[in-house]
């Protein structure tokens, strides 16, 4: 780099600044302990949340499976199930803690992973995107400085996270808790890394997420292909995918610690590439930027505009839910053989979703999980109204002819008629890896809109109330999903599992319909709506 300088004659002669050394890394730790308090909600909570489900599970597994017999039989049929080991991985070990492992590594996996790639792109590329870094970049801070403290935000969580699992789950066996611990951090460390090479490919914040997101989903993918062909997680495709690391390094089953090191050379590999091509471009650009549109503008409402923005999320979870529909249908009939005649699992299967047949009840299970992330899908669909409010991508189009309920119904049609669409989805991949009952099955995944529209209704009365309280709407399906999920496992008092909307619905396939409750959640959703919506009249938009 090359700047000028005034001597005490008036000349002005050059001189060059030396660009390597310690000025790139200028101001990381300013930047660290900011990103760790603009993340003092998401992070904690998302921890909490993932560490609570992997901690709950051993006391759940202990009151089902009471006697090492059992659980040595139930290890013995998951091994032999292809279908089980595509879905949760190959059983190592038949102690609490290898159920533990087997049962909810994977999917704590996932969850570490997801956490990494929304911290690195809300700190590296989300700042470009907004202009915010220039500003920043402006001050005394290094160029390499905004990404190494993203990065070290994210490595803190899964940090964090790796030693309250090890931690809580000491207990079963140190080294079996650590190596699990350690495992679920590596493969959210991994995927902060990869984030911050996809961040520098595209110049969307939103792109970014829906690429590093394909690769976690491709990632799930090859493992569950590989486990499906071995019994032993030997198989090359499983051995492509981090999440196939985590799995073969054992815990609780003679650890494999050298896998580990699989874990530090990926992070270490990928971060080493990041550096390198965030050195070969500009602020704000990156290595495929964004084509320009037509010279004339094709979309003329603004509900067309909301479609072009979100129609790449929407056939995302559409592809997502059919695909995992099918796969889950295709499990209901070894459901039954998998419970055997442990009385106290169906006791649990039928509190989680069923009254009547272990595969009714599986059924209802599975439409009620796909209800619960399809809360998800909702909240992040209504919540592009902020987006689009604090990015200042709104203010042009309200400038015009262009009302705020026009602007905002546009999105909303999208949020709600999709969730509605992807769960519709749902029941027909259900129905069809199920092979019967077709109406049903459908009608158990209709089911579960009423209670989604309600959480994305609350998104929608935060968000209209004050753009500081929309992301509280995290929080909410946050909430809701873990009540869901662990609350009747745990024995939840009734009381709590009540404030889940989706605790109030009928168990279909099994059950009796109850359009009572149907109706009514579908009226609170329509009352928040209304309300949020007032709300965002009479408040200053952010510009």
């Given at each position: 780099m090359t700047t000028t300088t005034t001597t005490t004659t008036g000349t002005t002669t050059p001189f060059a600044v030396r660009s390597g050394g310690a000025r790139q890394l200028a101001g990381t730790g300013t930047l660290l302990r900011f990103n760790l308090r603009r993340d003092r909600v998401m992070i904690p909570v998302w921890v909490a949340v993932t560490a609570l489900m992997v901690l709950s599970l051993p006391g759940s597994l202990e009151s089902v499976y009471s006697t090492p017999a059992e659980r040595a039989d139930i290890a013995r049929q998951l091994f032999t199930n292809s279908s089980l080991r595509a879905t949760y991985g190959p059983v190592f070990s038949d102690s609490i803690g290898g159920l533990t492992a087997w049962r909810i590594g994977g999917y704590a996996a996932i969850l570490a992973g997801i956490m990494s790639l929304l911290v690195v792109v809300r700190h590296t590329r989300d700042e470009e995107e907004s202009g915010r870094q220039e500003l920043i970049s402006s001050?005394?801070?290094?160029?390499?400085?905004?990404?190494?403290?993203?990065?070290?935000?994210?490595?803190?969580?899964?940090?964090?996270?790796?030693?309250?699992?090890?931690?809580?789950?000491?207990?079963?066996?140190?080294?079996?808790?650590?190596?699990?611990?350690?495992?679920?951090?590596?493969?959210?460390?991994?995927?902060?890394?990869?984030?911050?090479?996809?961040?520098?490919?595209?110049?969307?914040?939103?792109?970014?997420?829906?690429?590093?997101?394909?690769?976690?989903?491709?990632?799930?993918?090859?493992?569950?292909?590989?486990?499906?062909?071995?019994?032993?997680?030997?198989?090359?495709?499983?051995?492509?995918?981090?999440?196939?690391?985590?799995?073969?390094?054992?815990?609780?089953?003679?650890?494999?610690?050298?896998?580990?090191?699989?874990?530090?050379?990926?992070?270490?590999?990928?971060?080493?590439?990041?550096?390198?091509?965030?050195?070969?471009?500009?602020?704000?650009?990156?290595?495929?930027?964004?084509?320009?549109?037509?010279?004339?503008?094709?979309?003329?409402?603004?509900?067309?505009?909301?479609?072009?923005?979100?129609?790449?999320?929407?056939?995302?979870?559409?592809?997502?839910?059919?695909?995992?529909?099918?796969a889950f249908g295709g499990l209901t009939k070894g459901a039954a053989d998998l419970v055997g005649d442990n009385a106290r699992t169906r006791e649990i299967i039928e509190r989680m979703g069923g009254q009547s047949g272990i595969e009714n009840?599986?059924?209802?299970?599975?439409?009620?999980?796909?209800?619960?992330?399809?809360?998800?899908?909702?909240?992040?669909?209504?919540?592009?109204?902020?987006?689009?409010?604090?990015?200042?991508?709104?203010?042009?189009?309200?400038?015009?002819?262009?009302?705020?309920?026009?602007?905002?119904?546009?999105h909303l049609v999208i949020a709600f008629g999709g969730a509605a669409w992807i769960l519709l989805l749902s029941g027909l991949g259900l129905a069809l890896g199920y092979g019967d009952d077709l109406g049903p099955v459908l009608g158990a995944s209709l089911v579960q809109v009423p209670a989604v529209w309600v959480l994305g209704g609350l998104a929608v009365l935060l968000y209209g109330l004050s753009p500081q309280l929309a992301l509280g709407a995290w929080g909410v399906a946050g909430f809701a999903l873990l009540v869901g999920w662990i609350g009747p496992a745990l024995d939840v008092p009734q009381g709590v599992l009540d404030l889940s909307p989706f605790g109030h619905l009928p168990k279909l396939p099994g059950g009796a319909m109850a359009w009572g409750p149907v109706l009514a959640l579908t009226g609170v959703a329509v009352v928040l709506v209304a309300a949020g919506l007032a709300g965002m009249r009479r408040r200053d938009m952010a510009t």
């Open positions: 001050a005394m801070v290094g160029r390499r400085a905004p990404l190494t403290a993203a990065l070290l935000t994210a490595l803190v969580a899964d940090t964090v996270l790796a030693l309250l699992i090890a931690g809580g789950l000491a207990g079963r066996g140190a080294s079996g808790a650590l190596a699990l611990g350690l495992g679920i951090g590596g493969v959210g460390a991994v995927f902060a890394t990869l984030t911050a090479i996809v961040a520098q490919f595209t110049e969307s914040a939103r792109l970014a997420k829906g690429l590093t997101g394909g690769l976690l989903g491709v990632a799930f993918v090859l493992r569950a292909a590989g486990d499906s062909a071995t019994n032993d997680g030997s198989s090359p495709l499983t051995w492509v995918s981090p999440i196939g690391w985590l799995e073969n390094v054992r815990p609780f089953a003679d650890e494999r610690w050298w896998v580990l090191g699989l874990f530090v050379a990926a992070t270490a590999l990928q971060g080493w590439l990041a550096y390198e091509l965030a050195g070969r471009r500009d602020v704000g650009m990156s290595f495929l930027p964004t084509r320009p549109g037509p010279a004339t503008g094709r979309l003329r409402t603004a509900g067309a505009l909301a479609w072009r923005l979100q129609r790449g999320t929407v056939l995302g979870w559409s592809i997502g839910f059919f695909t995992a529909g099918v009840a599986f059924l209802a299970t599975m439409a009620g999980m796909f209800g619960m992330v399809a809360a998800l899908y909702v909240v992040a669909s209504v919540l592009r109204l902020h987006a689009e409010e604090t990015s200042q991508r709104a203010e042009p189009i309200l400038a015009n002819a262009v009302g705020r309920l026009r602007w905002a119904g546009g």
